[in-house]
Structures are given as C-alpha cells and as structure tokens.
C-alpha cells in the first residue's frame, strides 16, 4: 500500500484528444505537483490512464485471472510440478511468504485508487470549458475506484478508506475498515457515478470512443454490489429491491442487448467487434502495450497446436499453461453441448508434426509434464496477425448485459417473484430449453449453473462461490475435484488437480492480506486464520 502514501510526482500519462481513433495510447506527458496539478487540457488523458491501471490490474495483470479463476473448477495449472498456483487450485494459501500468484494485485488496485483519488481531489477546481464533461470525469474516477474497491473487498474483506491523494502530512497507516464501512464507501461511489455519468448512445453522439465508464455501467455495478452484500459474509439483504431497479433502469434503457444472431457466440467474442452492444464495461486492449505476462497468454493454446477445429489456422496463442480440468469441460458439455461450449472451451483440434487429432479424454504428454484435456477458447483472436505466443488483440468485460440479465433473475427470485426472462434468454440463445415452474431453491441453483456456463473464465465464479458461503462452495469443488480421491481412482497420478486431498477451512474464503502490505503498514490486521 506504500504506493499511495506518497505523493507521485511521475506520472505516465496518455495524451489522446476525446474523439480520437485510438483509444490508449501511452505517451510520457509530464510531471505535476502539487501547484502544477494539469489543466483542462490534459485531463481527459488522467481519465484514459485510469482506465488503463484498471486494465493492468484487472487484466494485464496475469495474476488477477489466477487469482479469480485457479481456486474454482474451471482452470488448472497444466504443469503440475511444485508451483505458487498449486496454492491457489488447492485452497492452501498462506501468508508466510506471499503467493506471487496474487501477492501484487493489491499494489495495482492502489495505483487505481491513487489515480482516481487524484482526478477526484483536483479536476473541479480546474478551469474547463466543458463543465459538463468535468463532472463526468470525476464520475468516471468515482467508478473505477468503486471498481477497485469492489475487487478488493470480495478478495481480502475489509480495506483501508484512503478517499483523497496521500500527502507526508496524513496518516500515512491507515487502519483497515470492517467489510460493512468498505461497501458502503464503494457503493457511493457506484451511486455518484451513476448520477453523473452519461450513457453509452450519449457518449457516441459526442464522439467518444469506447471504453468509458457509463451510467448503465455504474448502475449494474452498484446493483452487483448490493447482490453481493446479500450474500456470505455480510447477509444483507436489505438493498435487494434497490438493486432489482437499478437492473430494470439498465434492461429498460434501449442501450444494452444480447447478441442474436446465426453464430452469437463467435460474434459476441469477435475481436473486430468487441465493444458491441452486449459489453457495459469493457477493459480496452487497443493502445496497450502488452508485457508478454497478461492473463490471455497464459489461456490460450500454444506453439504446439493449430488448426483449431472452428476456423483454421488463426487463434489466440500463448503458454497454454492454464488449461481446463477435464471434469469442468466434461460437466459443461453435459449442461450445454451446443455452440456456446464449442466457443468457450477447445476439445479438439490437430497437432503439428502430423500427430493424431487431440480429442477430450486424452492426456498429450510433452517434455515437460501432461497438456490439459482441454483449452480455453473464448478469447480466440480469428483472423488475427500475431506477433507472438503471447499475443492477444482482445477486449476484456468486467461487465456484460448477460450478467445483468442474471442478476435480474435472481434478485426477483429472492424477493420472491420469480422472473425467468432473463434466465431464459441467455440459455435460449444458447439452444437450451426454458425453464418454468422451479421450486426458489431449485430457480437459485440454475441461475447459478447458468452463470457459470455463460460468464465462465470472466472473473465471476470464485465471487460467486464465496458469495454463496462455505457449503456451497465445498460441494461445487467436491464435485468437481474430488478432494476424497485416492491413488487407485481413475485418473490418479496424472498430477491433475483432482488428485489433491483438502478441505477447505472457513478461513480461506478470504485471502491472506499480502505480506508486503503488512509490512509497509503496521496498523493493518491480518485476516483471522493466517
């Protein structure tokens, strides 16, 4: 947390004009101070650069998808020799030393903080034309920082409320805040954002380019929000009507809607098309210059293949060194064979040096240890020119109109009216039959399968697991892995997660708040268990 108890005087910063055909662009602007803070002229470009921290915590930043995606059933680390993610995919994460596989996610969270408290702090006291745009600037800080506190609290619990830039004259230690004080600090900023922000036709009209924070987004965030202090730990339930308005105002508005159409899977992932009209809030690839370490090169299928079985020779590429564990690909294929699975999850495809073609339910051993059954596919780039095995061109949500849909449905059914239409949609589009007539527990329990088939691999099961509480969680990963297997299963010895036997103690539904923060802060308490 060090990183925002002093005050930067360097910033990178993108100069980039509102209405200009790229979005981030990094360019080194200047230095600013204290009696030097950059005029309207330049603050459109502190607001891109937030957007842009945004994205190396939420994606750029590979340890964000491990940390979101390795503790639940949808990914495994296909080498399975003595590694950090292991502590990850079997719930056995300490603090002694740190996990570098979430250690840093925290510094990048405090990167958007600082930012955000910046342009907060500063931007009204600045001269602009465009008094109308200078609220909307500060709104577009109030949401990602809402955002980054969102993140934070549903990974560690309660975070220090650090609401304004940091300066050698404040109490550089803040203490932590209760999980109660966190999230009703982040909803007002959801709530602030959402008065200000203008929506996503606006935006267009006035020529801005994708990639802003607006009030559907605010509104669907502020809605996940209270969704989420219904469940574990908080139980909640108090702003469950709030959070149902706020998700009609967003379905009713005319500026979100699933993608229909012949192939709605490969139109909504398209690359060329992914700010599209299902994508509220959507982390920009373009401009940024990606490191080689973001979260897509890890996913993807690497060297060792092509010719993945739907368009040819041109995919995404990477490591391949996250795969899918196959009992997740075989229980998707069992809910959902069609073509949303055939999108979002490689089972086939052909080997180079003219080897057999690679089905699920095989184990293609390399030099290295055994490859997955299956890959993850959703962020394919067809069609795309890569320069290399890292390499990804794709957009990233952290907000979809699928997501709000489902959260419509399951905040009608806790409140007692059960609403199937936005259930219904998602798995109509993806060639499923309705559903109707479901007891509350049974309509809650396929919501949740459904939000696993349609938002899996976008950072939404492992909140979604530990909002549901300890039980719930157990029995999903039980399910899927198995902890009870012994040597003589099936399978054993193949070093796949199955393998492992653990059980999760209630104090992992957190994380260890990381040691490097513990350090530069002594006020800060660890989380119980620790």
Same mark, same amino acid.
């Given at each position: 947390?060090?990183? /925002?108890?002093?005050? /930067?005087?360097?910033?990178? +910063?993108?100069?980039?004009?509102?209405?200009?055909?790229?979005?981030?662009?990094?360019?080194?602007?200047?230095?600013?101070?204290?009696?030097?803070?950059?005029? %309207?002229?330049?603050?459109?470009?502190?607001?891109?650069?937030?957007?842009?921290?945004?994205?190396?915590?939420?994606?750029?930043?590979?340890?964000?998808?491990?940390?979101?995606?390795?503790?639940?059933?949808?990914?495994?680390?296909?080498?399975?020799?003595?590694?950090?993610?292991?502590?990850?995919?079997?719930?056995?994460?300490?603090? #002694?030393?740190?996990?570098?596989?979430?250690?840093? /996610?925290?510094?990048? &969270?405090?990167?958007?903080?600082?930012?955000?408290?910046?342009? +907060?702090?500063?931007?009204?006291? /600045?001269?602009?034309?465009?008094?109308?745009?200078?609220?909307?600037?500060?709104?577009?800080?109030?949401?990602?920082?809402?955002?980054? !506190?969102?993140?934070?609290?549903?990974?560690?619990?309660?975070?220090?409320?650090?609401?304004?830039?940091?300066?050698?004259?404040?109490?550089?230690? =803040?203490?932590?805040?209760?999980?109660?004080?966190?999230?009703?600090?982040?909803?007002?900023?959801?709530?602030?954002?959402?008065?200000?922000?203008?929506?996503?036709?606006?935006?267009?009209?006035?020529?801005?380019?994708?990639?802003?924070?607006?009030?559907?987004?605010?509104?669907?965030?502020?809605?996940?929000?209270?969704?989420?202090?219904?469940? #574990?730990? &908080?139980?909640?339930?108090?702003?469950?009507?709030?959070?149902?308005?706020?998700? @009609?105002?967003?379905?009713?508005?005319?500026? !979100?809607?699933?993608?229909?159409?012949?192939?709605? !899977?490969?139109?909504?992932?398209?690359?060329?098309?992914?700010? $599209?009209?299902?994508?509220?809030?959507?982390?920009?690839?373009?401009?940024?210059?990606? $490191?080689?370490?973001?979260?897509?090169?890890?996913?993807?299928?690497?060297? *060792?293949?092509?010719?993945?079985?739907?368009?040819?020779?041109?995919?995404?590429?990477?490591?391949?060194?996250?795969?899918?564990?196959?009992?997740?690909?075989?229980?998707?294929?069992?809910?959902?064979?069609?073509?949303?699975?055939?999108?979002?999850?490689?089972?086939?495809?052909?080997?180079?040096?003219?080897? =057999?073609?690679?089905?699920?339910?095989?184990?293609?051993?390399?030099?290295?240890?055994?490859?997955?059954?299956?890959?993850?596919?959703?962020?394919?780039?067809?069609?795309?020119?890569? @320069?290399?095995?890292?390499?990804?061109?794709?957009?990233? =949500?952290?907000?979809?109109?699928?997501?709000?849909?489902?959260?419509?449905?399951?905040?009608?059914?806790?409140?007692?009216?059960?609403?199937?239409?936005?259930?219904?949609?998602?798995?109509?589009?993806?060639?499923? =039959?309705?559903?109707? %007539?479901?007891?509350?527990?049974?309509?809650?329990?396929?919501?949740?399968?459904?939000?696993?088939?349609?938002?899996?691999?976008?950072?939404?099961?492992? *909140?979604?697991?530990?909002?549901? %509480?300890?039980?719930?969680?157990?029995?999903? &990963? #039980?399910?899927? *892995?198995?902890?009870?297997?012994?040597?003589?299963?099936?399978?054993?010895?193949?070093?796949?997660?199955?393998?492992?036997?653990?059980?999760?103690?209630?104090?992992?539904? &957190? *994380?260890?708040?990381?040691?490097? @923060?513990?350090?530069?802060?002594?006020?800060?308490?660890? $989380?119980?268990?620790?």
């Amino acid at each position: 947390m060090k990183n /925002i108890f002093y005050y /930067i005087a360097l910033l990178s +910063i993108l100069i980039i004009p509102t209405a200009c055909e790229q979005y981030l662009e990094e360019e080194v602007f200047s230095t600013y101070g204290e009696n030097n803070f950059p005029t %309207g002229a330049t603050v459109e470009t502190m607001v891109n650069e937030n957007h842009r921290l945004m994205g190396m915590l939420v994606v750029f930043n590979h340890r964000m998808g491990w940390a979101t995606e390795m503790p639940t059933p949808s990914m495994q680390y296909n080498f399975r020799n003595i590694h950090e993610r292991n502590n990850l995919s079997t719930w056995s994460w300490n603090n #002694e030393y740190g996990d570098p596989a979430y250690y840093d /996610i925290m510094e990048r &969270l405090w990167d958007v903080v600082r930012m955000s408290n910046d342009i +907060i702090e500063k931007v009204p006291d /600045i001269q602009m034309e465009d008094t109308q745009r200078q609220a909307e600037i500060v709104g577009e800080a109030k949401f990602l920082r809402g955002l980054a !506190y969102f993140y934070g609290v549903r990974l560690w619990g309660g975070m220090p409320i650090v609401d304004k830039p940091q300066t050698l004259d404040d109490d550089l230690y =803040p203490a932590r805040a209760s999980i109660e004080e966190t999230y009703a600090f982040l909803t007002k900023d959801f709530e602030d954002a959402a008065a200000i922000l203008p929506t996503k036709s606006e935006y267009t009209t006035r020529g801005f380019n994708a990639g802003h924070a607006t009030k559907g987004a605010a509104q669907g965030m502020l809605a996940k929000a209270y969704i989420t202090m219904a469940g #574990e730990p &908080l139980k909640d339930n108090s702003r469950l009507g709030e959070a149902k308005v706020l998700l @009609e105002s967003v379905i009713s508005s005319g500026q !979100y809607s699933l993608i229909q159409s012949a192939t709605p !899977y490969a139109d909504l992932w398209d690359w060329n098309n992914d700010n $599209n009209d299902e994508m509220m809030y959507v982390i920009q690839k373009e401009g940024i210059q990606q $490191n080689f370490r973001g979260m897509f090169g890890y996913f993807t299928p690497n060297v *060792f293949t092509r010719d993945i079985w739907t368009t040819g020779t041109d995919y995404s590429r990477g490591s391949a060194l996250d795969g899918v564990p196959p009992e997740f690909a075989k229980w998707f294929q069992s809910h959902d064979s069609g073509p949303r699975f055939q999108w979002t999850i490689i089972t086939e495809f052909e080997l180079v040096d003219d080897k =057999p073609p690679f089905l699920a339910g095989e184990i293609f051993t390399m030099e290295d240890g055994p490859q997955a059954q299956a890959y993850i596919g959703k962020y394919r780039a067809v069609g795309a020119e890569l @320069e290399s095995n890292f390499s990804c061109p794709n957009n990233f =949500p952290v907000l979809r109109y699928a997501d709000v849909l489902l959260l419509h449905s399951e905040v009608s059914n806790e409140l007692g009216t059960q609403d199937y239409s936005g259930l219904n949609t998602t798995r109509e589009r993806a060639g499923l =039959p309705p559903l109707a %007539g479901l007891s509350q527990d049974d309509f809650r329990d396929s919501i949740f399968v459904e939000r696993d088939l349609e938002l899996t691999y976008e950072q939404q099961m492992l *909140f979604d697991m530990r909002r549901r %509480g300890l039980e719930y969680t157990k029995s999903k &990963l #039980e399910g899927f *892995f198995n902890p009870n297997q012994n040597e003589s299963s099936p399978g054993a010895g193949d070093g796949y997660p199955q393998d492992f036997q653990f059980t999760i103690e209630p104090h992992r539904m &957190l *994380f260890p708040y990381p040691p490097n @923060e513990m350090l530069s802060n002594p006020n800060l308490v660890q $989380n119980p268990g620790y």
